[in-house]
């Protein structure tokens, strides 16, 4: 996935003058449960299961965003501004500055046109030792005279890094459990409802160390996510068409064979079908199971190299047969 985040304006000076402590005595609060925190501005408070910040009078947010710890130098580049100015971004200002233990940042301050309307930004890219942050906050321009530069800058110049949590920590924060995981390795937990599996090496193409992103191409991989809702039986079979047409990384996807199938003594739906790796072209084929509870569903996608996949497909079905809710 590319990374984008903006840079326009020239190089501004360095801040020589700090900006005023957000509120001496305050703890900065880690939204989501995340590594990164920050002192959050008077007025506005965590949104659920989202890592931010929002004041929904004022149309007013923070958002946070975590990424590895090389997308820094990537994400500050000129390269970004090209991405911004796509998307309606004016940055009018680029400050290096320096947060709390010597981290090292990038505020950029500007606004965005939406339709009619302006909206102010700010985005702080800031280099954890072991991640990169990213920062936006915006909010309409009649805002401002709740919160003003002055405001917003304090508070992202409180941002701190903590370690992030291990993967035991973040797997337990899941609705579900894994059991027998048949020859895959939790290759990433994706915020507190879905953990991506794969059965590479933890090695790319070429035989060099991965960078904990997955490699989709010639691995097999597994995806489990947990959503909220009861499905209703006659729903079932268009919702799981729908899904299974959005899986990551595969196109031109056709269905081949499908149906209704009891999983863990619950109501599920099985559909398995063929399409082309999104960067290779290469066949692929994916097999998709929704597992339907009272008040939540469970949907569990496994998608392989076309030749692997009739082996691969063993150790899914083990996979699926293993997840349960908590």
């Known amino acids: 996935m590319r990374l984008v985040v903006p840079i326009a304006a020239a190089a501004f000076s360095l801040l020589a003058c700090c900006l005023p402590a957000a509120a001496a005595n305050a703890q900065a609060v880690f939204p989501n449960q995340g590594s990164i925190g920050l002192v959050p501005p008077e007025g ?8 931010g910040f929002q004041d929904r009078a ?7 965003l975590e990424m590895p710890k090389r997308a820094f130098a990537e994400i500050t580049s000129d390269v970004a501004a ?9 940055v009018e200002e680029r400050r290096d500055v320096e947060l709390p233990d010597g981290i090292k940042a990038v505020l950029l301050k500007g606004y965005q046109a939406v339709g ?3 909206l102010k930004k700010w ?3 800031a280099g ?7 920062v936006t906050v915006q909010f309409p321009e009649p805002t401002s005279a709740r919160y003003s530069d002055e405001t917003i800058e304090s508070s992202l110049r409180s941002v701190v890094f903590r370690a992030p949590p291990s993967t035991e920590e973040l797997l337990a924060r899941l609705p579900f459990t894994l059991g027998d995981l048949s020859g895959y390795r939790v290759l ?5 409802s879905a953990v991506l599996l794969t059965k590479d090496d933890g090695k790319k193409a070429d035989g060099k160390a991965g960078d904990g992103e997955p490699d989709m191409a010639g691995n097999a991989f597994f995806i489990v996510a947990a959503g909220p809702g009861d499905i209703r039986e006659e729903e079932r079979e268009s919702v799981a068409k729908r899904a299974i047409s959005s899986v990551p990384g595969v196109k031109e996807l056709r269905v081949e ?23 290779t072209d290469k066949p692929l084929k994916v097999a998709q199971w929704l597992r339907f509870g009272r008040t939540s569903y469970l949907r569990m996608v496994g998608v392989a190299p076309e030749e692997n996949f009739d082996a691969d497909f063993t150790a899914m079905r083990g996979l699926r047969d293993s997840i349960e809710m908590r």
């Open 44 to 51: 506005m408070s965590e949104i659920p299961g989202v890592p």
């Open 58 to 64: 004022a149309k007013a947010s923070i958002l946070v």
């Open 82 to 90: 090209k991405e911004l100015q796509k998307q309606g971004v004016t």
């Open 116 to 118: 009619s309307e302006a």
């Open 123 to 125: 985005i702080l890219i």
């Open 128 to 134: 954890g030792k072991e991640q990169t942050g990213m």
């Open 188 to 192: 990433k937990v994706l915020g507190n």
């Open 257 to 279: 064979r499908g149906g209704p199938l009891r999983i863990g003594g619950q109501a599920g739906f099985e559909l398995v079908g063929k399409g082309l790796d999104m960067k």
